[in-house]
Structure formats: C-alpha cells, structure tokens
C-alpha cells in the first residue's frame, strides 16, 4: 500500500476519526491531497463514507472519516501465536481425553451454525450449501466428482500457521465435516503436509438430513 495511505489508516486507527484538516496537518499535506488520498481509500472499502461534523462556530460543516471493517486487514495480527499458547496450555494442563472433548464441542458449536438443509435437496445442492457455509468461515471450498463419488476440498487452512505442531486442529475439521456432510469421508491429503488442499472422498450416498418443521 502506498506509504501516505497507509499512515492514514494508522492515523485513524489510533484516534478513531479524523477530519481531512487534521489529517493534512499531522501529514503537513494540503487538503486537496488528503482528499485524493481519503477518496482511493474509500473506493478500495477501507474507510467508511465521512459523517458531517458540524462547527460550534460559523464556517463549512466539517467532515470526519473513520475506519471500515475491513481495513483491519492491513493491522498486523498474532492469531497463529496466540493460537499455539493457548494450545500449548491445553496440552500441560489437561489429559488428551478432556482435550478431545473440548475440540468435539467446538466443532458441534461450528457445524450448528450452518444452513440446514433443504426439502428435497439433491447431494450436489447440499455440498453447494457446505462449501458457501465453509467459504464464509474462511476454508475457500469446492466439491467435484470423481468414481468413487466426492471429493471436497479445503484450500485455505485458518490456522495452517498452527495447524502442524497441533494435529488435533485437523481431527477438529475432520469432526466438522463430517457432520456437515452426515457420513464421515476419507482424508486424502492436508495442507500442512504440503497439500494443495485438505482433501476429504465421500465413498458413501450423501443423504442429508430432512428439515425438522416447526
């Protein structure tokens, strides 16, 4: 990104907003720059639409920028470490039965989240549904068809920076799909094992459960 733009969202990441004056003058920029600035990043959905400041005094209604969701992006973060902390503390202070527990219940918290399926729905319908239900949890998803039945794959791990030193994490996406798709498949290759993907065949007829009615 480019250095100007960057230290504007710095800017309005510390303060939380920000008007295109004091952006000039903590950047000893001119406001028409600012504005070019300000306008890239909100094409780009890095800052939301400025919300109109009036004065306490006579002059232009001021305009105050802030930062959109999705510049958090561009914030370095340290999930991978946390997650391998947490992890660890886990493994020092509690047996391996407790710990499979604790992965069981999130991946039941996960899978419940997803869509239920739908009346009549075909295996091709419901792995759409699982991938769109997946995409949006961050695995970038698809499913094909092979001989021996589906393949879906995974081609994104969320945790891949943990992942390998903590196998448990896969057995929790084992866990996950397999309660997505209501029979367990096979794995047939993990990212962390330098895989393209998380693999997973589905040998058996997919029958998806019928929704419950009301």
Known sequence: ???????????????????????????SLTTVTV??????LRS?????EPVVKH???????????????????????????????????????????RINLIF????????????PPLPGETPEQGLDRIVTFLDAKGYVARWERVPEGFLLHTTNCPYEGSAAGHPELCAMDM??????LNV?????????EGCGSCSYLIR????FPRPVSD
Do not use: C, W
Request: charged share 30%.
């Open 104 to 115: 069981d219940d999130v991946a039941g918290r996960f899978a419940a989240e997803a869509p």
């Open 35 to 40: 504005r070019h600035h300000l306008d890239v």
């Open 184 to 192: 367990e498949p096979e794995r047939m290759g993990r990212v962390v």
């Open 44 to 48: 780009e959905g890095l800052i939301e």
């Open 175 to 180: 866990r996950l799909i397999t309660s997505l």
């Open 204 to 207: 058996e007829a997919l029958e």
């Open 55 to 97: 004065r306490s005094t006579p002059g232009r209604p001021q305009y105050v920028y802030s930062l959109a969701p999705r510049a958090a992006e561009h914030f370095p973060k340290n999930f991978d470490g946390l997650s391998n902390r947490l992890l660890e503390s886990m493994r020092a202070s509690l047996d391996p039965d």
């Open 1 to 27: 990104m480019q250095s100007t733009r960057k230290r504007i969202l710095e800017i309005l990441k510390e303060h939380g907003q920000a008007t295109v004056e004091v952006l000039g003058e903590t950047l």
